[in-house]
């Protein structure tokens, strides 16, 4: 079993930046970040491998970066530029060692002036 905790969610104005951390209890393999907005499917927005390979969605692509401390095994999205449209609750999922996916409690973002 592994716990995930998820930190770094607020309020921000349009064009502003937050840092969202996830620290899993455990020894994990990939990590990713979701989110949903309100009537809305729960999408992806970034993925990185232990190796340290990325890929984000279109809509995010030159504003978020996701990286990882795997000998914190943590997980950190960089959100810059932030738009309306990335009001949404944030997960972190992660796949651990036997192949499970485990997913965090959500962190709310929103951006509104």
């Known amino acids: 079993q592994v716990q995930l905790v998820e930190s770094g969610g607020g309020l921000v104005q349009p064009g502003g930046a937050l840092r969202l951390s996830c620290a899993a209890s455990?020894?994990?393999?990939?990590m990713a970040w979701y989110r949903q907005a309100p009537g809305k499917q729960r999408e992806l927005v970034a993925a990185?491998?232990?190796?340290?390979?990325?890929n984000y969605a279109d809509s995010v692509k030159g504003r978020f970066t996701i990286s990882r401390d795997n000998a914190k095994n943590s997980v950190y999205l960089q959100m810059n530029s932030l738009e309306p449209e990335d009001t949404a609750v944030y997960y972190c999922?992660?796949?651990?060692?036997?192949?499970?996916?485990?997913w965090g409690q959500g962190t709310q973002v929103t951006v509104s002036s």
């Open positions: 999922k992660v796949k651990g060692i036997w192949g499970r996916d485990y």
């Open positions: 455990g020894s994990v393999i990939s």
């Open positions: 990185i491998s232990t190796a340290g390979a990325t």
